[in-house]
């Protein structure tokens, strides 16, 4: 631990805005916020920003992690009263109007949490232990190396049992990401892995999703859920439905209508929490969420606002329970935070923070996608171009837009996933033994 | 350690050919045997083939590391009696005809060593402890890391020496890469980093390259040498000439003339050796590397081939101490086996291999290459075209290459790299602590 003063950065005069995160939302506010009006602190744990969206796409060989992270200090290029400060913080100390850092500490006037989400295993100690999550660039990574590294360990066991629990896939929750990395699992099994492993029976590869709610992609209509579900089906997805999954030890997925999947792999896309940093009052938080009012001000804290995931806003009636953890709330809260802070700064009056739903789109796998916009649905290869351009015009940065787009098109001409490399072997949980009676007398 | 009986490779009746090393001579050979006289097994320590020349691009954020690797099961298209695992060969067993590996045993008919070669400390422990080697995709991935890392504790700390010592970078080997990475550095230094850290003082950024011979690039031409030189040091590098590094602490690097530079990086280019396996005579190595005949055979070995930086030829007069630990002999020296092993199979006699010198290029910057080819050299902005040219068209895979293009168009027009990502931070080593006295009585 570290203790530099004020992490180095100098006084200017101004009034300091502290930016914890560079997802979606911080970055929008970073960009925004007046330079001459406030000196802008923008804390990240990773030098980068994550485009997380893709993430299946880096854990399904289908994009290079390169290509959906960039660079902090490059995105944010007027360097006037600006600092980035690469930084894990823990702790906000509103007292001493400060937050705790692995590198010291910082003090601020405002302070803005953009610190997005985290993976929730819903207290199951064993399910974090064995399962994998997918919510950083290194986690789609490991997932990467895992998949392959299986593939190249089934072709040396002769045991078709063992070898078919390697093969099989089981990806707990139907939102969004579990949708879309079962359709890229899927197309793994039909068009690539068949070519990559003659010598292994590819169609005994199996691929679950499992959903805990009667519909996939909840929050979505349900002509979209339908298709989706419908699509899945075509791609040889065994969709489970009503069906949460209850525990999992490594080896046998166990679930909520008793029934039970041999897997080595687990991924879990169930469920995401709020990455909350410690000193927080417990009546400011709402199911890890911070409370705020609708100018993203938390309760009780006069200087301290939350945008993105971490928000919990109560007051829209469409989403009475808090806008949903997805990137359109928090950018649209990063500029509208902004120009409030703007505002302030101006002596003038905030304005509540309005969402606009500009709808939501799904990708199942080759032409097939769902889109669901305010007025209406549709589906199919129109979705799939659509989502494909949205996606490219969203991701951050001109080269990782031409190195996406180069990706995409060869992949779609060739009926590939190149990246398939094990860069950094992925390295098992082992099932915890039990210790050796005796132990102690060696 | 797994024991899979010959790695669960079936018997075909044919001739089995053992290949031990994906890299360029080995896929050579690989892709040109013949399927209906051979079954072909190809060995490698990482699912991809590495294309090593371009690393030096990785560890400065030019590339991505999954631009310049390849799936070797990608390349292989054919698959009949084709064979790939991916293992780590430790042992051969001549007598029994085996090779011992970490998946278990294979028996061959014929054995062909194909592994490259490795950083050679030169037996200097205290070097292999502290300096950055940049042999293989996870080395540059470190360097990467390292060198961004650098900048963002510098920027942390007012003692200007600490500040100095991190930003200093010492490159050991004035071969094409020690040129290479000591340009590409400087492109960081002129263009890039003054934009990312303008708190920055980057003109105390000293890139310094230590040759231990009075010339660079060893095996060009004096003209090449010469004009390299200069280029590097229009260019800001420090270039010290007859200057063999003697030791490093992980702070202080000494050098033959005796004086000192203070940097926290030193990075080793000066020296490869053999990447052998263990379990051949003496009589069979010559420094490192096994003694081959005109026919690739391993001296006193009548099953066993090596090719590549690992075969020592002692028969071409040009290469009296054999031929170079590049590419192109790899490339040229798989061809041939491959053909010799053809035409053993249908009882024909085997020519001697003859190396074609195709010439030698490096790229030292912006519009800045030397080219040496067999009858003329030229330098400038047309070798570097053609540099960019012949390193794309030998990349192995379509994508690739147009992932390298794309990044290299978008670098030259924006002034930039833009892959300065710290996916996994590097751990420096910490040098030895001498041992608490007493540390038993706790």
């Known amino acids: 631990m570290l203790n530099h003063k004020n992490m180095n950065i100098p006084e200017s005069g101004l009034k300091r805005v502290v930016i914890i995160g560079a997802g979606f939302g911080g970055l929008q506010l970073a960009k925004k916020l007046r330079r001459d009006k406030f000196q802008v602190v923008l804390i990240n744990k990773n030098n980068y920003h994550t485009f997380q969206p893709l993430l299946y796409q880096v854990a399904t060989s289908g994009l290079e992690p390169d290509s959906i992270a960039h660079s902090v200090r490059t995105i944010i290029k007027k360097t006037e009263n600006f600092y980035f400060r690469l930084a894990q913080v823990h702790r906000l100390d509103s007292k001493l109007r400060k937050v705790h850092s692995n590198i010291g500490d910082l003090s601020y006037d405002y302070l803005i949490i953009a610190t997005g989400s985290q993976t929730n295993f819903f207290g199951n100690s064993s399910i974090e232990r064995y399962a994998l999550p997918m919510k950083s660039i290194l986690e789609a990574l490991d997932l990467r190396s895992l998949i392959l590294q299986n593939f190249e360990t089934a072709l040396l066991t002769n045991d078709l049992k063992e070898r078919e629990r390697l093969m099989t896939f089981v990806i707990a929750g139907g939102g969004p990401t579990g949708v879309e990395l079962a359709g890229a699992l899927s197309e793994l099994k039909n068009f690539i892995l068949p070519r990559d492993y003659p010598d292994l029976d590819i169609s005994r590869m199996n691929i679950h999703l499992i959903q805990a709610t009667p519909c996939l992609l909840d929050g979505m209509s349900r002509a979209s859920a339908d298709a989706a579900l419908d699509y899945l089906k075509k791609f040889g997805v065994n969709v489970w439905l009503n069906c949460p999954v209850k525990d999992y030890n490594g080896q046998i997925i166990y679930m909520g209508n008793g029934e039970e999947i041999e897997s080595a792999n687990l991924i879990w896309a169930a469920g995401v929490r709020g990455a909350l940093i410690d000193g927080f009052e417990v009546s400011s938080i709402d199911r890890g969420r911070l409370l705020v009012d609708p100018f993203n001000r ?104 031409m190195v996406a787009l180069t990706n995409w098109i060869i992949q779609y001409f060739q009926y590939n996933k190149s990246v398939r490399l094990i860069i950094r072997p992925y390295h098992r949980v082992q099932p915890e033994k039990k210790e050796k009676v005796g132990l102690m007398e060696n």
């Open 298 to 401: 938390v309760k009780d804290y006069d200087e301290v606002f939350a945008i993105g995931d971490i928000a919990a806003m109560k007051n829209d009636k469409r989403f009475p329970n808090a806008h949903p953890m997805t990137a359109q709330p928090a950018i649209q809260q990063g500029v509208t935070l902004a120009k409030n802070l703007n505002c302030l700064a101006e002596g003038k009056k905030m304005k509540p923070f309005r969402y606009i739903d500009r709808g939501s789109m799904a990708t199942v796998g080759r032409n097939k996608a769902v889109c669901d916009l305010p007025w209406f649905q549709f589906k199919g290869f129109f979705a799939w171009l659509i989502w494909m351009f949205i996606h490219l015009v969203n991701l951050v940065g001109f080269r990782n837009r």
